[in-house]
């Protein structure tokens, strides 16, 4: 990408420090609030790169290219993406906003990061003011997530083997997790809990993001295919399924990796519980069920090769939805910073008083 700087690891998260505190990051604001660090997520696990962005354009580039990628962490990008875009003033400002809300349309967490920013642009434009914004905002999904953790946690027994699918850790928020988190809580708490991660076809989040985070962070995890989970269910192998969303309707039905409704269906069939993590802003309250929910199509090349390998014969065509709905009646528990909740009930969280 010839407007990318490539930033040695070790120096590309020394300065500044994780807003999170982990040793690295999906995306932050330089000081200065003129570049922003991405962590080109496609490139790991072989190689741990980070590129230096400087005009929002290129930040909308890497979140449709998912260089970025992640609900939480595409909000906090484009959050950032808007930094940079103040420099040019009202008029950029309103285009970048316009331009970044088309580049993940499934992820609510996008519209509402964009929301919140430009309702900071009405009261100052200026990008000092925005960059403090948009770091509260990063700040707040990391707090969130530290909440989600802790209160899953409290559900997981010791003991314990945990199936996800995709990435909902660190790399795809603001730096602790949401289904990663409740692991990571859990194991802060004591209880001996094992990960086997689906390797989440096709573009392999599991196997390359969600493996490398929790190995390099010495939490236990085995990866399988994603036609295996069924077997180890049968097995008594898995205790209970969380994973993470990408935007969660009013009736509580969750859009997440396509993927998720499959393992949501055999969780039902064997009567294990599918536990739903992700923070408020995720919850959509104006889309009244997972019907209504925009399903991103990418393109199929990611389908029809594995790496630089095409894996298909020529002129094999292929689909490529990138998330599924999971109906509301499947999860047994959703789990938010404002509490935990069963799904037909999420909207209740709503309420001033809910989660006090």
């Not at 602790?176 to 809990?193: I, N, Q, S």
């Not at 969780?267 to 925009?294: N, R």
Request: hydrophobic residues 45%; charged residues 20%.
């Amino acid at each position: 990408m010839t407007w990318t700087r490539t930033l040695p690891a070790g120096r590309a998260h020394a300065h500044p420090e994780p807003i999170s505190g982990a040793a690295y990051s999906a995306v932050e604001l330089m000081p200065g609030d003129a570049t922003v660090l991405v962590l080109d997520q496609r490139k790991l696990p072989l190689q741990e790169r980070y590129e230096h962005l400087t005009e929002w354009t290129h930040i909308g580039e890497a979140i449709e290219t998912m260089m970025v990628r992640g609900a939480p962490a595409i909000g906090i990008a484009a959050a950032y993406a808007l930094v940079l875009a103040a420099t040019h003033g009202r008029e950029v400002l309103r285009t970048a906003a316009e331009g970044l809300g088309k580049t993940r349309p499934t992820a609510v967490n996008l519209s509402h990061a964009i929301a919140t920013m430009m309702r900071a642009a009405e009261h100052d434009p200026s990008r000092g003011h925005l960059a403090k914004v948009a770091r509260q905002y990063h700040e707040a999904d990391v707090a969130a997530c530290k909440r989600i953790g802790a209160l899953g946690a409290e559900g997981l027994k010791d003991k314990c083997t945990v199936l996800t699918h995709c990435n909902a850790g660190a790399l795809a928020t603001g730096g602790y997790g949401t289904a990663l988190g409740v692991v990571r809580a859990a194991r802060k708490a004591g209880k001996d809990v094992r990960v086997i991660a689906c390797e989440t076809r096709p573009l392999m989040q599991g196997a390359r993001l969600t493996a490398w985070e929790l190995s390099r962070d010495h939490i236990p995890v085995t990866l399988v295919t994603d036609s295996m989970a069924a077997s180890l269910m049968a097995r008594g192998e898995i205790d209970a399924v969380v994973v993470g969303a990408d935007r969660i309707a009013k009736n509580g039905d969750v859009a997440n990796k396509i993927g998720t409704y499959g393992l949501a269906c055999l969780a039902h069939a064997h009567g294990l519980p599918f536990h739903v993590a992700a923070p408020w802003s995720t919850v959509d309250l104006a889309c009244e069920s997972g019907q209504a929910i925009p399903i991103e199509q990418r393109r199929e090349d990611e389908v029809l090769t594995l790496g630089e390998t095409r894996i298909a014969p020529a002129g094999v065509g292929a689909l490529n939805p990138a998330f599924d709905v999971t109906p509301a009646r499947l999860i047994r528990s959703i789990y938010t910073e404002r509490g935990i909740t069963a799904p037909a009930d999420v909207a209740g969280l709503a309420k001033p008083d809910a989660g006090h």
